[in-house]
């Protein structure tokens, strides 16, 4: 398991005393009041960072960092990733996971056939789609409903599906 959970992305500044704009990547999104240190990363290099404020505007987080007083000095931030430490993490309700946790688990019909690996996740609002990479490529689109996920097991890294008719 990774010892690191992407919360959010910095996208852009806001105002002028260095505060960043935050696409959330957290189904909680007032869940950044209870943090207090994070870390950035730009996929090169990774560094803390302590919180000294947080304000919500138009489902974004607005968060300033403590030394992080400019323009400028927020703007070098602009397309890092925010990363909690996954001890820091909220506890999750039953049958709910960590996308990183889900992603590379292998698929298997409820019949026992490899469909292939999990690859992605999307967000349709009304339910997440399970996009399944079989080794040679093809993707199958599986929508995250009790009816089609029928077991996740992450100990074992696979998840146990039923095909509704009209799925392949």
Not at 15 to 37: A, C, N, Q, S
Not at 54 to 59: D, M, P
Not at 73 to 88: C, T, V
Not at 160 to 166: F, R, T
């Amino acid at each position: 398991m990774q010892e690191f959970l992407e919360v959010g992305q910095i996208i852009n500044t806001f105002g002028i005393k260095g505060f960043v704009k935050v696409y959330p990547y957290t189904d909680d999104i007032k869940r950044f009041d209870d943090l207090k240190k994070v870390y950035i990363n730009n996929k090169l290099e990774k560094k803390e960072l302590e919180i000294q404020e947080v304000k919500y505007h138009k489902n974004m987080v607005l968060i300033k960092f403590k030394g992080i007083d400019k323009l400028e000095d927020a703007e070098n931030l602009r397309n890092h990733y925010i990363l909690i430490d996954r001890k820091d993490s909220k506890p999750l309700d039953e049958d709910t996971y960590f996308i990183v946790d889900l992603l590379g688990l292998e698929v298997y019909t409820d019949e026992g056939k490899l469909l292939g690996k999990l690859d992605d996740i999307f967000n349709t609002g009304s339910n997440d789609i399970y996009v399944v990479k079989d080794e040679l490529g093809k993707q199958l689109l599986l929508p995250a409903i009790k009816d089609v996920i029928k077991k996740i097991d992450i100990k074992n890294k696979k998840i146990i599906v039923h095909l509704l008719n009209g799925l392949i």
